[in-house]
């Protein structure tokens, strides 16, 4: 029987549109449900949308939509992001979904007739962005809170309890005996001092909103909606048919939650505590990784700077992309994205390292032996060379298995760089010239097999470029393979094939500095956020009317349209926007647009100053703003 193993994202929050730290908790997820199908095991990989809750109940009103209509929009987003970036999930759940309402509502029940669920009143605070319970003294600055720091509201409600605090003992040991239960270790010891410091009961339903799943019918009470983190939570377990078909239940006993730090203690916590309620054995790891920043600050909607992982894939290339966040951070630490970054390693790493390996590699076996690998000798003159790599390679493994992402793919590029640097120190072409064909013929047999083991062990992270890899190697990536190639060490012959370069050189920056805020951040901006401006803040920004007298695309850029605009000034101004994809330029020539125009200027691609912001209205697509009747240029918006 093969083992089965189950691995899941967090899901969710459908208040906001999938940015780069949906994105990573995602395909972290969706590496380690590669690397398992990869060596054998019978995987289920699950993801979704949280759907429920006050935060969400709060969107929707913001937006003149109903919860339903308004999670439907999001959720779908997500849906469609996830699957562009060919995520291999085998099942996408929303909690707005018949069958979780069912799941959450046996498993109120069963937690109820264990006596672990009473009813009292709940005093204290709470935080609608963060969906969580705090106490007076768990406060900064006396309201806010400590998670978030946004202002957090008074509650006095009735409200049906959970008793965590029986399970403080419980949890103690869980941790103690399970050394990976919460990982990394660090994360793991923050747990236990809060769990040492004492538990309090959880308030688990709430009356004062509507959106959220009843109780069930047995507890004839109809004004209580359950607390979102208790129908989010139960998610895991829906999705396995956990009290109805109980169809996938088996995949239980093998579980690893992929979550953020920020979710670590619902997930190290309640959800443990939960579970023993119910009587149900506990994840084998719940995994927390770091939070993402840009150029060194902190995302928000109000700075526009939230990075748009489908915007970096499209300029980037998605494996790039996933590259990159598996590679520049060690696991559970905070990591930065920035272009310069990105490139860097998209040009060293990526294309000298691992592309160039495979270019040489093709064109010393078209060279010297039409393209025919022959590696009968390559265990007679090379076998220190493999000793090497294999110990690498068993590293990588190892750091995957312990969610070390960096480190696995820093173990799998020791492979890639000791294979170029076989290359330049026994210098082949000497060799042919030398008459030692044998030993030349061995030596790109020894790459191409240190090459294919990497393939294969890279697959997870990067499956498109490796399956590349492999087809021009003329190999397959298959469980059957890493068995024989990277577990057995078995030696291979190849037939290579010409191929493309895999990493193109990147030569500037791809994508704006600063994404153009999308309609809904900024709706989200003036709604949720509560970042509003003084009138003074408004009358520093300068936005007029102009006329475009010149619109054209700029090589080297997809994005970039390139405007001479009259703003009634003495002399046009040159303005880039990121919005050739909307617009064919020879159709804006003569137009009236807005511009901000006292945006400091900037250079762009490093030759074209930018000298303003055009400004665009967004709501998925992208429509310049005009003026209602002809105005003079240069006319000023306010
Ligand atoms: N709905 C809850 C999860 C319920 S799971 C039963 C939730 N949703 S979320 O949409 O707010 O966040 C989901 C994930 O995105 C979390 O793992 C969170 O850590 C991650 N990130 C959100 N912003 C992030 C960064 N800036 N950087 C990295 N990841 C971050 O929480």
């Known amino acids: 029987m093969r083992e089965k193993t ?59 939509k109903t919860p339903q209509a308004y999670a439907d929009e999001i959720s779908a987003k997500f849906r469609k992001l996830w699957d562009e970036f060919e995520i291999s999930y085998d099942h996408f759940i929303r909690t707005t979904d018949a069958e979780h309402k069912l799941t959450v509502q046996n498993a109120f029940e069963k937690m109820q007739a264990n006596g672990d669920i009473y009813k009292g009143e709940y005093e204290g605070f709470y935080c609608v962005s963060c969906e969580t319970f705090f106490t007076q003294t768990q406060l900064v600055n006396e309201e806010c809170c400590p998670d978030c720091g946004r202002k957090t509201s008074i509650v006095k409600e009735e409200s049906y309890f959970f008793a965590l605090s029986k399970y403080q003992d419980a949890l103690l040991k869980w941790y103690e005996q399970n050394e990976q239960c919460i990982m990394p270790k660090g994360k793991k010891n923050e747990v236990i001092s809060f769990v040492k410091s004492g538990l309090k009961d959880l308030s688990i339903t709430r009356t004062s909103f509507d959106w959220g799943i009843k109780l069930p019918a047995s507890a004839n009470d109809a004004k209580h909606v359950m607390y979102v983190w208790l129908d989010a939570l139960l998610n895991y377990l829906t999705t396995l048919g956990y009290t109805r078909d109980e169809k996938n239940m088996s995949y239980w006993q093998n579980t690893t939650h992929i979550v953020g730090k920020d979710i670590l203690r619902f997930h190290a916590i309640y959800w443990p505590a939960f579970l023993m309620s119910l009587g149900l054995s506990l994840p084998k790891h719940v995994a927390a990784h770091g939070w993402w920043t840009r150029d060194g600050e902190k995302m928000s909607k109000s700075k526009g700077n939230v990075v748009d992982p489908r915007e970096v894939a499209n300029a980037y290339g998605l494996e790039n992309f996933r590259y990159f966040l598996l590679r520049e951070v060690p696991f559970g630490q905070d990591g930065d994205f920035s272009q310069k970054a990105l490139i860097e390693r998209i040009n060293s790493e990526l294309g000298n390292g691992l592309g160039n390996l495979l270019s040489r590699i093709v064109g010393m076996s078209s060279k010297y032996s039409e393209f025919k690998i022959n590696s ?141 805020p999308q309609a809904q951040e900024k709706q989200d901006q003036k709604t949720s956020d509560d970042e509003t401006i003084s009138i003074d803040d408004f009358a520093k920004i300068v936005i007029k009317v102009g006329t475009v007298l010149e619109c054209e695309k700029i090589e080297g850029s997809d994005k970039l349209l390139k405007f001479i605009i009259d703003l009634g000034e003495e002399k046009p101004r040159q303005i880039l926007s990121g919005i050739a994809k909307y617009y064919d330029p020879t159709t804006l020539i003569g137009q009236q647009i807005c511009v901000l125009a006292n945006l400091k200027p900037r250079t762009m691609m490093k030759k074209y100053v930018s000298e303003g912001m055009i400004l665009s209205a967004s709501d998925g697509s992208l429509t310049l703003l005009g003026t209602h009747a002809k105005v003079a240029n240069g006319a000023v918006v306010g």
Not at 24 to 48: C, K, N, P, V
Not at 438 to 451: G, I, R, S, T
Request: proline letters at 4%; hydrophobic letters at 40%.
């Open 376 to 516: 009968e000798n390559t265990v007679k003159f090379y076998q220190n060379e493999l000793d090497e790599a294999k110990n690498y390679l068993k590293n990588a493994v190892e750091n995957l298995e312990n969610f070390a992402t960096n480190r696995y793919l820093e173990e799998l590029w020791k492979v890639v760089f000791l294979a170029n640097a076989s290359i330049a120190k026994y210098e082949p072409w000497a060799m042919i010239k030398a008459g030692e064909t044998d030993k030349a013929n061995a030596l790109v047999a020894l790459c191409a097999n240190l090459l294919a083991k990497v393939a294969i062990l890279l697959s997870p992270a990067m499956p498109k470029t490796c399956t590349k890899i492999a087809n021009a190697l003329g190999f397959e990536i298959s469980t059957t393979n890493y068995e024989k190639i990277v577990q057995n060490d078995e030696i291979l012959d190849f037939i290579t094939q010409p191929t493309e370069p895999l990493f193109p050189r990147i030569e500037s920056e791809l994508m704006a500095k600063v994404s153009q």
């Open 6 to 64: 189950y691995i899941t994202t967090p899901i969710y929050y459908v208040n906001d549109v999938p940015h780069i730290g949906h994105a990573y908790t995602t395909i972290i997820a969706d590496t380690m449900a590669r690397f398992a199908r990869l060596r054998g095991q019978d995987t289920f990989f699950m993801t979704g949308t949280d759907e429920h809750g006050q935060k969400i109940e709060q969107a929707a009103q913001q937006r003149d």
